[in-house]
């Protein structure tokens, strides 16, 4: 491989996590994102389409890597912990194949990456600068002058060296924030009673608004910087900024929804805007830095419904909150060569690494997933240089080595915000356990992956595996009768089908008669209830409310899934009349779901209706 590039081309690499062009036309149409807007104009635009499951991690390393998640080892958003026998956030530590990043290191191209999830601990590239993902998580909420001195900076988070002290310094705290930053945010608490300003101020959904915040100006700062002070080939920035701002604000997106308090709607309905808006600053600024000639790819690794698809509840599972994410992400790429004032059709996250290479004049690796995005170039190349794999490429690629261990300090803190955002159940205080479900959803994710990428048998050894062991875990039944569809195991699909209605309405009856025998409809009993919740410390009546409403979803069976999945048995044993006749009955007050109305086309198109 060549020790010098052949390409002397500049790249910027912006990751907008859940960026969704749904909710951002409105706001180019009313020319709120100029500098998206001037984008556009000037390049090629499109949709992007994600990957199953739909979890940042998994989705970010394929970005970077251009492989499915069966292939670089990045599983969920939590790992266990070799040093500890517990379980940490996860970290780069698991990615088992070369980054766009490492590739360039060896061909001695310079790499500035920035807050890319997850890249704990920094990698120590020889031509490379990386900020980690731990860099802007800050501790605590105490606006003490000292208190803020004292903020620390987990070691590793940055490579080299030389750059902790001058990035250090840097960090946003969420205390920092003042009210007139936070204004544009919640303008409807302009002439808000002082009563109200007060409840306000003790609402964890402000202390989560100004984390997001503070958390966002960090990465920037650590970009300007950096863009600025040092050599760089490619620099790829991530924000997860607008996926949190979604997860915390949406449902107070307008329009005002049912259910909705006026109160909640009145402060927080502008959030998700005003991060956009945000966004569209801080963009103006990094393409201002990197100059016209700098080819610019903006992008998401998935979309986040803002419209009348909305979810009103959360799947009670992990990381359930990414049922809100939509399918289609955004893209956008500007620079010499590429096309202007265009549309891009048939883009996928995993088509990013090689594109990248080929952007460098590299060539792309036969064992990655994705292709080159020849439809981006004005003028299409007639080839594209190939190689069989870049991980057996011998050079200075700046990976961890495979026997590098980290401390588990700072891990119980970053595990804390990984449940708080609902993207973990909280662990288990017998570590055996917590490890034991920790590998659980790892297998499961992987299991998703490779169904994800068509490899249905190796999806099917994991699923049958984990529904054997946790026959009451319907998601592992769902999953494995899709499997089992897809490879045309009628028979096996129908029995499972059986198993999965039969275990699911034996789980409600018993979680009837459980709530039954707690007599809630007794006043007397409701009582005495409230008075032992008012005792019990903040922990105990969150875990007493998370037990309370999984027993309350366990006695309300999802009957529309179930329905659903007996029509798909029905098509797999063409027995299309008893299969419309109960995708007619999904049609509700709401209008059918997509899934039953795909479903019941496809029947219709056989009967050559």
């Known amino acids: 491989m060549p020790d010098s590039p052949t390409c002397s081309r500049r790249v910027l690499l912006l990751g907008w996590d859940a960026a969704d062009w749904k909710a951002i036309h409105p706001l180019l149409d009313a020319g709120k994102m100029p500098n998206l807007a001037r984008l556009v104009k000037e390049g090629v635009m499109g949709n992007i389409a994600t990957l199953q499951p739909v979890l940042s991690p998994m989705l970010w390393t394929s970005i970077a890597t251009g492989k499915r998640p069966y292939k670089h080892g990045i599983h969920g958003f939590s790992e266990p912990d070799p040093v500890t026998g517990g379980i940490r956030p996860v970290t780069n530590l698991s990615r088992k194949t070369k980054a766009i990043w490492n590739i360039l290191n060896q061909n001695g191209l310079k790499t500035t990456t920035i807050g890319w999830w997850p890249s704990n601990p920094a990698e120590p590239l020889s031509h490379g600068v990386m900020v980690s993902n731990d860099y802007q998580t800050a501790r605590g909420h105490s606006a003490a002058p000292e208190d803020l ?191 202007r004032d265009a549309r891009l059709a048939g883009a996928s996250l995993l088509d990013i690494c090689p594109t990248l290479l080929h952007l460098f004049g590299l060539p792309v690796g036969e064992d990655m997933d994705g292709k080159v995005l020849t439809d981006i170039y004005e003028e299409p190349p007639s080839r594209i240089e190939r190689i069989q794999s870049w991980d057996e490429v011998e050079g200075d690629h700046g990976m961890h080595p495979p026997d590098k261990q980290i401390s588990a300090e700072d891990s119980k803190a970053a595990l804390e915000q990984l449940v708080a955002l609902g993207y973990i159940d909280e662990p288990e205080a017998d570590q055996s356990k917590a490890m034991e479900q920790t590998v659980r959803e790892l297998d499961y994710n992987l299991a998703q992956a490779y169904s994800d990428g068509g490899i249905y048998t190796e999806a099917i050894v994991i699923l049958e595996r984990l529904y054997e062991k946790w026959p009451m875990e319907h998601r592992f039944g769902f999953k494995l009768a899709t499997c089992y569809q897809s490879l045309g195991r009628t028979a096996d699909l129908r029995a499972l089908v059986g198993t999965i209605i039969k275990r699911r309405i034996e789980e409600a009856n018993e979680a009837v008669a459980e709530l039954k025998a707690l007599q809630l409809e007794t006043e007397e009993v409701r009582q005495a209830e409230q008075e032992r919740i008012d005792k019990m410390s903040p922990e105990e009546k969150k875990k007493f409310s998370r037990e309370r409403r999984a027993l309350i979803g366990k006695s309300r069976p999802n009957l529309y899934s179930l329905r659903y999945l007996e029509a798909c048995a029905d098509v797999a044993e063409r027995r299309y009349e008893e299969a419309l006749e109960k995708l007619a009955q999904l049609d509700t007050s709401r209008g059918a779901r997509r899934n039953a109305l795909v479903l019941r086309g496809e029947v219709l198109q056989r009967l050559k209706r």
């Open 149 to 339: 001195a004292k903020w620390p900076l987990k070691p590793g988070t940055i490579h080299p060296e030389r750059l902790v002290e001058p990035l250090k310094k840097l960090r946003v705290h969420p205390a920092e924030l003042k009210e007139g930053e936070l204004m544009p945010f919640l303008p409807g608490i302009a002439g808000m009673p002082r009563e109200d300003l007060d409840k306000l101020e003790k609402d964890p959904r402000l202390q989560s608004l100004m984390k997001i915040l503070a958390d966002c100006c960090s990465i920037q700062a650590a970009a300007t910087a950096t863009m600025q002070s040092e050599p760089w080939d490619l620099m790829s920035v991530y924000f997860d900024a607008i996926d949190h701002f979604g997860h915390a604000f949406m449902k107070y997106h307008p329009p005002q929804r049912p259910g909705v308090d006026d109160f909640d709607f009145r402060v927080f309905s502008h959030c998700v805007e005003a991060g956009y808006i945000f966004h569209d600053m801080m963009l103006g600024t990094l393409l201002r830095l990197a100059g016209e000639d700098t080819t610019v790819i903006l992008m998401s690794d998935h979309g986040f419904h803002p419209d009348d698809l909305r979810l009103t509840n959360i799947p009670r599972e992990p990381a359930g909150p990414a049922a809100e994410h939509r399918q289609f992400g955004i893209f956008v790429a500007k620079g010499p060569g590429i096309r």
